[in-house]
């Protein structure tokens, strides 16, 4: 308990205690404030000093704050590496800010020790791949990297490398921020022609979550039919269960045992944050994430070839599990993967924090009908737009804290349109309510389609994506 500790805004270091304290005097206050109808401006003060008291505790001991709930005795921070203090927390557990334009990602590179998708790399991936790079790269969702250019120097050279990504099936509603790997993913394949490995990690839910075995397992074959729903190629891609793939192949199993063996309980501890009061599956599953990266455990795929290079698209924050891979592979001689960072799809409360499956208001969810979409945006989405009318035509709005832009830099495919909304945004010539009826119009097919899609997948489907046998590439 005693290291677990952070500087809060004054500068002062507060233990988990301390802040649960200062945090229910601060809610005390917001109370009071509101029922004395005090000014606006310091209701509002009061109320983002909660989150940030909030989004500290969170990084803090792990738990959500409740009220009447003090910090358990193994709270515990997830030490990421070398965060200083006040730095975004961002890991496989927790990602929050307190900017509201969201994490600092260039910071993030530094921190991480990846490296930047510059200009100079989206060309040259244009040039490699022969068509326009995807909106994704040209708006720098996909912003950080490790090792791509040897991936471009090997398909230069006529030799082919295979895509790995996963999903984490902790409930059976998927929401739009879910699909963002996934739709880059297919474009990677389609563009590059590749075989694909999509790993399903009901195992990693049921050690993390309150869930049984049958639950994760049952999530895992429901997001199966969203994840088929984007497009993939079945004559090029494999998904698996965790659950079931790990028991019925020797080879991968094989090399979880190599990566248990040459990882170490202080690396781990280091990376994830793990401590002593951690069940052992947890501490071990790390190399079950990490296996995927190497061609030789998928032998039906690769016919036992050890060499085949792995590029892995994820969001930044899985980087944890790739940076102890990376770490492994060379010391039982295996090749590095190679790997293509994304942002993350923010709340649409605001980017102090992506969306969140177990919060419906903070979320677009594939299953939401025309109307819940059109409620949501208009009722949750965070405005960077002025307060009144008269303010927005003089001083325009700010849409770099604004989520529902930021939703349409991910989905508004038209460059040209976009840059004419931050623009007209920007001016005041575009008002909030017209901003959300952009997003609303181009979300609305989008999940349409989704669901038609998703309908059309049959049990049969799902089964032939899900066998291990050959692929064509
Ligand atoms: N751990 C990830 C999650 O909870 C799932 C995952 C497994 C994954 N392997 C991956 C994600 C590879 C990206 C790339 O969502």
């Not at 208009?378 to 008269?390: C, P, Q, R, V, W």
Request: contains cysteine; glycine residues 6%; negative net charge.
């Amino acid at each position: 308990m005693a290291d677990c500790q952070c500087d809060d805004a004054g500068g002062l270091t507060l233990s988990p205690r301390e802040l649960y304290d200062r945090l229910t005097e601060q809610g005390d206050q917001v109370r009071t404030l509101k029922t004395a109808k005090a000014d606006k401006a310091d209701i509002d003060a009061a109320i983002q000093s909660l989150l940030k008291f909030k989004l500290d505790y969170k990084r803090i001991t792990g738990q959500d704050y409740k009220a009447g709930c003090p910090p358990s005795e193994d709270a515990v921070a997830h030490d990421n590496g070398p965060s200083e203090d006040g730095a975004d927390t961002v890991d496989p557990w927790n990602v929050s800010t307190t900017n509201a334009k969201g994490v600092d990602y260039d910071k993030l590179i530094v921190r991480f020790g990846s490296s930047k998708i510059d200009k100079e790399l989206v060309d040259r991936l244009e040039e490699v791949a022969g068509q326009k790079a995807h909106r994704f790269l040209r708006r720098g969702i996909f912003f950080s990297h490790r090792d791509m250019n040897l991936v471009l120097d090997a398909y230069e050279k006529n030799k082919s490398f295979y895509l790995y990504t996963g999903r984490g099936p902790s409930s059976g509603a998927m929401h739009v921020g879910h699909l963002i790997p996934f739709i880059f993913t297919k474009w990677l394949q389609d563009v590059f022609d590749i075989p694909l490995v999509i790993q399903l990690t009901d195992d990693e839910k049921y050690l993390w979550k309150d869930l049984t075995l049958e639950e994760c397992h049952h999530y895992a074959m429901e997001n199966a039919k969203d994840i088929i729903a984007c497009g993939f190629d079945v004559n090029k891609t494999f998904i698996f269960s965790d659950l079931d793939y790990m028991g019925s192949s020797p080879e991968f199993y094989r090399n979880v045992v190599k990566i248990q063996k040459h990882v170490t309980f202080n690396q781990v501890k280091g990376i994830f944050g793990f401590t002593e009061s951690d069940c052992i599956g947890k501490i071990s599953f790390p190399a079950i994430q990490a296996a995927p990266s190497f061609s030789s455990s998928f032998p039906h795929i690769f016919q036992g070839r050890k060499d085949v290079p792995c590029l892995i698209p994820c969001a930044i924050d899985q980087d944890p599990y790739f940076r102890m891979t990376r770490d492994v592979a060379p010391r039982i001689g295996y090749t590095k993967p190679a790997l293509l960072h994304s942002t993350f799809f923010p709340a649409l409360q605001g980017a102090q924090t992506k969306m969140s499956a177990s919060d419906p208001n903070s979320s677009i969810f594939l299953t939401d009908t025309p109307k819940q979409i059109k409620n949501k945006v208009n009722k949750h989405a965070f405005s960077g737009g002025k307060d009144t009318l008269e303010e927005h035509r003089k001083h325009g709005g700010n849409p770099d804290v604004d989520v529902s832009f930021m939703y349409l830099t991910f989905f508004l495919e038209d460059d040209e349109q976009l840059e004419k909304i931050r623009q007209d945004y920007t001016s005041g010539a575009l008002l909030t309510g017209e901003l959300k009826k952009l997003l609303i119009d181009t979300l609305q097919p989008i999940i349409t389609e989704h669901q038609l899609k998703r309908k059309e997948v049959t049990d049969d489907m799902v089964k032939q994506f899900m066998t291990p046998r050959p692929l064509n590439f």
